[in-house]
């Protein structure tokens, strides 16, 4: 009987040898696993690090673009603000100055400036006070053209929708 027991014991040390075995190929198997995640990992930081450094460079180019786009853009819209307004003045200056600027179509005597909607009303005639004419006149220089109350005033005129009233207070 004292077999047994030494045969025995023979069988667990070698399962324990073989148990440490496995648990050793086991165990280096998921070392090695968990070693290559940890590298894929870190390739994957890296080109997402990548990637930033990309996207922020894109995004330092746009916003140099866009400042001189925008820098660009101001620039023609100060230009454009400007000669507008020159353009303004200069036809209020000769809005003023119409009655004297056409003495062979209109006696200044006659005139009345109003300056908005319409520049001017003429009354020709009005000293012969015979067969006189109103005569509403709007002053334009360049480019410009009637507003939208002024082409109503216009359309009003031609419909012959211009009245006198005599208003008492």
Do not use: C, W
Request: glycine residues 2%; positive net charge.
């Amino acid at each position: 009987m004292p077999e047994q027991p030494t045969n025995l014991l023979i069988v667990l040390i070698i399962a324990n040898v073989i148990a440490l075995i496995l648990i050793i190929i086991i165990r280096k198997d998921i070392s090695s696993k968990v070693y290559n995640r940890v590298l894929e990992i870190e390739k994957e930081k890296q080109f997402i690090d990548k990637i930033e450094i990309v996207k922020k460079e894109i995004d330092r180019a746009t916003a140099i673009k866009l400042t001189e786009k925008i820098s660009i853009r101001k620039e023609y819209l100060i230009e454009d603000a400007i000669k507008r307004s020159a353009s303004v003045s200069k036809g209020k200056i000769i809005e003023h100055f119409a009655p004297f600027m056409l003495p062979n179509i209109f006696n200044p005597d006659e005139m009345v400036f109003i300056g908005s909607p319409i520049d001017l009303i003429s009354f020709t005639n009005i000293d012969a006070k015979e067969d006189i004419s109103i005569d509403f006149l709007e002053i334009k220089t360049g480019n410009s053209s009637l507003n939208k109350k002024q082409k109503l005033i216009k359309e009003a005129i031609l419909y012959k929708r211009v009245y006198f009233k005599t208003v008492h207070l």
